[in-house]
């Protein structure tokens, strides 16, 4: 009876026998590679189109966006018919009602997503800091279709069927918790460790943003730490921040250190604290191989060749955008190293020390990458004008 009974369960010496059972996904079969360029801060952008219509639009790649949008000018110019709504979406300078272009197209070369309803924002503001057309946000409502890898080495996406996705070597698998947006936990360390979940937000040209609230209740910093007035802009505007440097920052197994942070008045919530402590942006993100894999539920990262890159510890005060085609000076934070040169508000950059390019893109990542003395040639009053600048440095 003993024997019949181990025969059965395929434990006699010499018997290898298994009964298990999984149903497997069928594997992510590879759809399109799309590429993208770069704009300061790591932020993507891919041109797309929308239904019948030719002409490329310029879209931003956004995981921390919960829907997929179009500018209002946009919307306007292509005549769609729109649907008011009774949902808001809410930013860090704003919250606002939106009206919907509903059941539109999104096209790209090998890939056709349909059925998406786009939500109307405008990003006037947006085109202006970062000096081309932005049409509109690809968000949730696209990315949770498709695995999507993102390859910052090669500026490419590749999208791929829902399935098993084979990831490489190298890397490190990601679960954070989901609604729309993705909230990855990490920890920070500077007068002290704490662990917080932050937004997982290719959309944000920074390292991290944090809300004022986490920062204050986990005594993250001591007291004494130095702060830098500063200013970013989102949905509603532009938002007054500071800015510091935090000792070290770990995801999963990765650590970097000396890390730029800003820090910010959540006056809207979007953070939602302290369910979250903010925000982990691309400047950080495009350090790794991303792969996106919402279907599933999990986020696959792998350093590549920008992991060890310096960070941004330039400090100006000056804000500069593209208004009718000139490069202007409009925000200067008092006291800062902008103001102390000299510069006004209306000044026309024609030119950082010797690049004449005029390329609003080209002039940030100078200003980015400079510490100590900077030459500016600006048009004041329709005359020329250089000014000196000590751009400094917010480690120190």
Same mark, same amino acid.
């Given at each position: ?60 790649? /956004? ?6 949008? @179009?500018?209002?000018?946009?919307? &306007? %110019? #292509?005549?769609?018919? *729109? !649907? ?105 360390? /500077? ?6 979940? @932050?937004?997982?937000?290719?959309? &944000? %040209? #920074?390292?991290?943003? *944090? !809300? ?185």
């Amino acid at each position: 009876m003993l024997r019949r009974l181990l025969l059965a369960i395929g434990l006699v010496s010499g018997l290898n026998g298994f009964s298990q059972e999984e149903f497997i996904a069928p594997e992510c079969q590879l759809i399109t590679r799309i590429h993208f360029y770069q704009l300061s801060g790591g932020i993507i952008i891919v041109k797309a189109q929308l239904d019948q219509f030719k002409d490329s639009l310029n879209f931003v790649f /956004d995981t921390g966006s919960g829907g997929i949008s @179009l500018d209002s000018a946009t919307a &306007a %110019g #292509l005549q769609l018919p *729109l !649907s008011k709504s009774e949902k808001t979406i809410r930013g860090i300078a704003g919250i606002r009602n939106v009206e919907f272009a509903e059941n539109h197209q999104l096209s790209f070369p090998g890939l056709r997503s349909e059925n998406l309803d786009f939500h109307i924002n405008d990003y006037e503001l947006l085109t202006s800091v970062y000096g081309i057309r932005i049409d509109g946000i690809i968000g949730y409502s696209f990315i949770r279709r498709y695995v999507i890898r993102i390859d910052y080495d090669e500026n490419m996406l590749e999208i791929y069927t829902p399935g098993t996705f084979r990831y490489p070597k190298g890397g490190y698998l990601l679960r954070p918790s989901f609604t729309t947006l993705p909230r990855q936990m990490a920890q920070l360390e /500077d007068s002290r460790k704490v662990n917080t979940r @932050l937004i997982f937000d290719s959309g &944000a %040209g #920074l390292c991290f943003l *944090l !809300s004022r609230d986490f920062i204050e209740d986990s005594s993250l910093f001591k007291t004494k730490k130095k702060f830098f007035p500063t200013q970013a802009e989102g949905l509603g505007g532009k938002k007054q921040m500071e800015l510091t440097v935090i000792k070290s920052v770990k995801i999963g197994p990765f650590r970097f250190r000396n890390v730029p942070v800003h820090i910010f008045d959540d006056n809207y919530n979007i953070t939602s604290y302290p369910t979250l402590g903010g925000i982990m942006g691309n400047d950080l993100l495009r350090r790794f191989n991303v792969i996106l894999n919402y279907p599933q539920q999990t986020i696959h990262i792998r350093p590549n060749r920008h992991f060890n890159e310096q960070f941004d510890y330039s400090y100006t005060g000056l804000g500069i955008y593209l208004i009718d085609g000139e490069i202007k000076v409009i925000d200067i934070v008092k006291d800062s190293p902008g103001d102390k040169a000299g510069f006004k508000n209306g000044d026309i950059i024609f030119a950082v020390e010797s690049n004449f390019s005029k390329n609003i893109q080209t002039y940030k990542n100078l200003f980015q990458n400079a510490i100590g003395k900077i030459k500016v040639v600006v048009f004041r009053n329709e005359a020329p004008l250089v000014l000196t600048m000590e751009v400094k440095d917010i480690r120190r």
